[in-house]
């Protein structure tokens, strides 16, 4: 039988397809004839249907374990992998494919006479089509309360094996492996006459070969994350999740990628209600206000401008905590992104649609308030139902040219008893307020970062110079008289007295900053010379 089953394959191949025996040459067929599949998922949607539309070929079936239950409950004809193997499934299953009968018949080159005559001698029968999917690690991995033995038993070993086999041999051979590409595999085959073309084998090994990596860094990460220092090799897979309208320019294509097997990630549990399609600038400005929005539990609002906070403030309604943030610097607000989280109600949105922003960002809408918001065509209104936080063992890390920096996240801030008033004047309870809050802000502005704050709002931001003076000069030019009375945060110490001594004279009453510099005392000396209380945190936090 085997002989005159290699017979009609090779009459499959086109013409001049087999090479000589000496050179053993893949020499693709455009089409293969698809007479043999196997079938093995753990994922079984649409597996009925697309069984059901093999038969209908005259597809042979072979199928294992819990797929073969699968299709006998349909009504589906298949044989036992153990038929064509010779050989029981053991080990509760661990073994049942790992056999040379099935690999054999997945890695012979058929256009070769020599691997055509071993699977003669052996009886063994070529397998044209294998559909197969993997054990649900990165599910097991999640799942709260799962111990290691329970995890380690949904790495998949023979599924992974059976993907590369055929994808390796993808010149005579279909790996299939998501059932969202069933119909049109299905489809193919019909107007094909049961063939499948080179073109298509070769997409469906790439979506087979995505699938293991993607796997194997699952399982990688998951031991890599279990020991406490940076792993010798970094291994993550990201997987696509839309493509974007431009990049940081409009000549830049751009695409955004979530990390598989990640808890959360920027757009998890995110729907976008209204505007135009998402950029690449849109998602930097999302990440940075989520990051900002996430410090705080009261009603809060944060406007972002290119990355950086142009203005936050925390009130006892969302309206009015976008009012405070808003007044901090309107002109750079123009076309900016807004943060709120609390609901919007109908007020809010009439508010929001008096001004220019590219996106609108709330836990949620009331219906007026998404009506409102809608007569703006091109406003990006953004719904986050995300409420799981990000483990804090994920790591942050910078692509730089051929290769990337890691970095343990900047996540938590200084709390209160951990800090040092050290000047003779100390800070009342309401400058610790505002004080606290100010630092909050800093920690999410780029270096060299300073930020003015009054009455648990920002006055005015300084962010990215070179100098932190010159910082400094920046948010007291952008305050006004608004900051008299106010605090000052820096994410770094000050390196000589002038930076504290140009907010002093514009009227900071209060300033908190990491120390750590030479010239401390300095600094400390100019405070008290002025009566304003200064407080060190013994903490960075640049943000570049």
């Not at 661990?94 to 055509?116: C, F, M, Q, W, Y």
């Not at 489809?187 to 990596?213: K, V």
């Not at 007569?375 to 692509?399: C, G, S, V, Y």
Request: net charge negative; charged share 30%.
């Amino acid at each position: 039988m085997a002989s005159a089953e290699s017979r009609a394959r090779a009459a499959d191949l086109d013409p001049g397809a087999c090479a000589p025996a000496s050179a053993p040459a893949l020499n693709p067929p455009a089409e293969v004839r698809v007479r043999r599949a196997l079938l093995s998922v753990s994922d079984k949607r649409g597996l009925v249907d697309f069984a059901r539309g093999l038969t209908d070929l005259g597809v042979e079936l072979i199928s294992t374990g819990g797929t073969a239950r699968e299709l006998a409950d349909a009504g589906i004809e298949s044989r036992a992998v153990e038929e064509l193997t010779g050989f029981p499934e053991i080990l509760d299953g661990r073994v049942k494919t790992l056999n040379p009968r099935i690999h054999a018949g997945l890695l012979a080159v058929r256009s070769d006479p020599e691997h055509s005559a071993t699977l003669d001698e052996h009886e063994i029968e070529p397998i044209d089509l294998v559909c197969v999917n993997l054990y649900p690690f990165e599910r097991a991995a999640n799942r709260r309360g799962a111990n290691d033995a329970e995890v380690i038993e949904d790495i998949d070993v023979g599924g992974p094996t059976l993907i590369r086999a055929a994808a390796k041999n993808h010149a005579f051979v279909a790996s299939v492996v998501k059932p969202e590409s069933y119909d049109a595999v299905l489809e193919e085959l019909h107007n094909l006459g049961c063939r499948i073309s080179a073109q298509t084998r070769a997409a469906l090994a790439l979506e087979a070969f995505s699938l293991t990596a993607r796997y194997d860094a699952a399982v990688a990460r998951w031991f890599s994350e279990r020991e406490e220092d940076f792993p010798a090799l970094y291994v993550r897979a990201y997987e696509k999740v839309l493509d974007l309208s431009y990049g940081e320019n409009p000549h830049q294509r751009a695409a955004y990628y979530a990390q598989t097997g990640a808890r959360t990630h920027l757009l998890s549990m995110v729907s976008k209600l209204h505007g135009r399609e998402l950029s690449f600038n849109n998602l930097l400005d999302l990440d940075a206000v989520r990051r900002l929005i996430g410090e705080f539990e009261v009603p809060a609002a944060a406007i972002i401008k290119h990355n950086n906070p142009c203005g936050c403030a925390l009130a006892q309604t969302a309206g009015e905590a976008f009012e405070r943030a808003f007044a901090t610097d309107p002109a750079s607000a123009f076309g900016g992104l807004i943060c709120v989280n609390r609901s919007v109600d109908a007020a809010l949105a009439e508010r929001l649609g008096s001004i220019f922003v590219e996106m609108i960002f709330a836990p949620d809408y009331d219906e007026d308030a998404c009506e409102i918001l809608q007569r703006k065509e091109n406003l990006r209104i953004m719904r986050d139902a995300e409420r799981r936080t990000w483990p804090e063992a994920e790591h942050d890390f910078q692509r730089v040219r051929g290769g990337m920096l890691l970095q343990d996240r900047d996540e938590a801030l200084e709390l209160r008893d951990e800090m040092e008033v050290v000047t003779e004047r100390r800070p009342s309870e309401a400058e610790w307020g505002d004080l606290l809050f100010a630092w909050k802000v800093c920690k999410h502005v780029r270096s060299n970062a300073i930020v003015l704050a009054r009455d648990l709002a920002t006055v005015a931001v300084g962010a990215g110079q070179m100098s932190r003076v010159d910082s400094v000069r920046i948010a007291v030019d952008k305050a006004g008289s608004k900051v008299a009375g106010g605090v000052m945060a820096s994410d770094a110490f000050f390196p000589f007295a002038d930076g504290p001594e140009v907010a002093i004279e514009a009227g900071v009453r209060c300033i908190i900053q990491p120390g750590g510099s030479q010239r401390d005392d300095e600094v400390v000396e100019a405070c008290d010379r002025a009566d304003v209380a200064m407080v060190l945190t013994s903490r960075r936090h640049f943000r570049h």
